[in-house]
């Protein structure tokens, strides 16, 4: 890695000069591993999820759609919501800016999930979705922005770590979740790992920070991750078409995954295989829950190592690809408890490392200065993909099954694999060169 003194370009862009190679900072891998488990703490508000639809279905007669959006809304506030709270971190600093902002986050999601504990009309359980979510949010984005700037050297893997604990936090509490729900109900599931989720966050805050000074690396002609040395700002990177290209394949892939994320509960249910017992007793439903929030978290840091080597646009085409066939593989032969353990297991895998891959691009090509509020700009892509969810159990109430769901899922996959490949790469390659 290096670092050197910041000058500006003649457009008036500020950039870092690399002048000399040193030793990498001090520290970095300890921030990393707190900001994984910032987002382990945070993974439930999301994988969770599914977990509790049926019980408030059941207790509170809402319908299954009518909940759905509180997912939706939790997914909107989430990422929509990240500019501003990545651009807070930008501007605080690296000393105070990662630690204020995670506390905050922290505070809010004990206060969201406790409301929603509580709720008894759907306004209500959609207000604390929408806080939840905005806590949610803030960590995500600090923690992402704090990976891509400490870690130039492996952006695909840092990021993809600190994912990993998003993707892949909540498989070891599924199963205490879904025992809580059973035994005390909903509403205590929701309040205590609220709070307790809110408690270990607001102490972790106090020791995380970001790098003092801006990494950026030598290029060499034949590195095959390219990375701009030029920091764009975020108004500079909201007129770049490459932006808003990544805009549109993020939610694409993004909408496919949170469809089986918000829908696995209700998928196995129509396939009469919910709570068949297979493996020591665990059924059907909770099998799959961890396998994939297992899955999904490991191809994150994966996916993110393997771009790493051979490039994003060439990993994407892989990833999403394998995507599109586990869609297909989900309806042909998902109907099995152990073939849908696999075939969903192969879908949280496949969608997962976009939580890896867009941000390590982001940053690529727009540059490090202001990385947490650029990849934050982009993360919001997933709060529009979430409104496409509950359109997927208007589809499948129209046909009947969730075949044609499925097959769109795979369309969408193979469409984003030829961005990457034919639009995308030629784009960044360009912009590489002036």
């Not at 206060?111 to 960590?139: K, M, R």
């Not at 095959?224 to 007129?239: A, D």
């Not at 995954?257 to 665990?282: E, R, V």
């Not at 393997?306 to 892989?318: H, K, N």
Request: aromatic fraction near 12%; charge should be positive.
């Amino acid at each position: 890695m290096a670092w050197g003194p910041k000058n500006k370009n003649p457009q008036g862009v500020t950039v870092s000069i690399s002048t000399t190679t040193v030793t990498p900072p001090a520290g970095r891998w300890v921030q990393l591993w707190l900001g994984v488990l910032c987002m382990a703490l945070i993974a439930n508000l999301q994988y969770a999820w599914t977990l509790f639809v049926d019980p408030m279905h059941q207790a509170r007669g809402w319908d299954i759609a009518g909940i759905q959006w509180a997912f939706s809304i939790f997914i909107a506030t989430e990422t929509w919501l990240t500019p501003a709270a990545g651009a807070w971190v930008d501007r605080l600093g690296p000393l105070s800016g990662p630690r204020t902002t995670v506390a905050f986050g922290g505070l809010l999601v004990g206060i969201g999930w406790a409301i929603n504990g509580v709720a008894e009309s759907l306004p209500l359980l959609y207000a604390g979705a929408a806080i939840s979510g905005t806590g949610a949010g803030a960590i995500y984005a600090t923690c992402v922005g704090n990976a891509v700037k400490w870690f130039p050297d492996r952006r695909g893997l840092a990021v993809g770590l600190t994912a990993a604990g998003f993707g892949a936090g909540a498989a070891v509490t599924v199963i205490p979740i879904r025992i809580l729900i059973a035994s005390e109900g909903y509403a205590s599931a929701f309040l205590w790992f609220g709070i307790g989720q809110g408690l270990v966050l607001l102490a972790v805050s106090q020791v995380l920070r970001g790098p003092t000074q801006t990494v950026v690396l030598p290029q060499a002609p034949s590195s095959v991750v390219k990375q701009s040395v030029r920091s764009f700002s975020p108004g500079q990177v909201l007129r770049s078409p490459i932006f808003w290209l990544m805009y549109v394949m993020f939610t694409m892939v993004s909408a496919s995954g949170l469809m089986a994320t918000a829908q696995l509960a209700p998928i196995a249910k129509d396939y009469g295989i919910s709570n068949t017992a297979i493996f020591f007793g665990a059924t059907t439903l909770s099998v799959a829950l961890v396998v994939d929030n297992v899955l999904n978290g490991f191809a994150r840091p994966f996916f993110g190592a393997v771009s790493d080597r051979i490039g994003r646009e060439a990993t994407m085409a892989i990833a999403f690809t394998l995507g599109a066939a586990s869609y297909g593989l989900l309806a042909w032969i998902g109907g099995s408890p152990w073939m849908f353990v696999l075939c969903a297991g192969l879908i949280f895998f496949t969608w997962g490392e976009i939580f890896s891959l867009f941000p390590s691009t982001c940053t690529d090509t727009f540059g490090p200065k202001y990385a947490t509020t650029n990849a934050a700009m982009l993360y919001t892509a997933k709060g529009t993909s979430a409104f496409l969810v509950p359109f997927a159990n208007v589809l499948k109430g129209a046909t009947g099954s969730w075949g044609t769901v499925f097959l769109i899922a795979a369309a969408a996959n193979i469409l984003v694999v030829v961005l990457a490949l034919f639009v995308l790469k030629p784009l960044r390659v360009r912009l590489m060169r002036t």
